[in-house]
């Protein structure tokens, strides 16, 4: 976990990291996005275990190869 999209980036090109760089929010994206009121759950499995388990928040996500962004 990092602070800044800036720090990740330079640890992730220090190790040349190749993945997916996501950001997610502290505290567990889907109460968070429950919380915040940018999800309301409109299926009788969201909530469960296994759609939490999956969940994605749809922030920012960078791909990256050999620590640089694609």
Sequence with gaps: ???TPQAALAW????RVTGILAEYS???AYD???SEG???PPKPHHGTADHVATFGPGFQ???LT???PD
């Design 1 to 3: 976990m990092f602070d």
């Design 12 to 15: 992730a090109e220090q190790h």
């Design 26 to 28: 502290y505290g567990g």
């Design 32 to 34: 968070i996005a429950v």
């Design 38 to 40: 940018r999800l309301t």
């Design 61 to 63: 996500h960078i791909q």
């Design 66 to 68: 050999d620590g640089q």
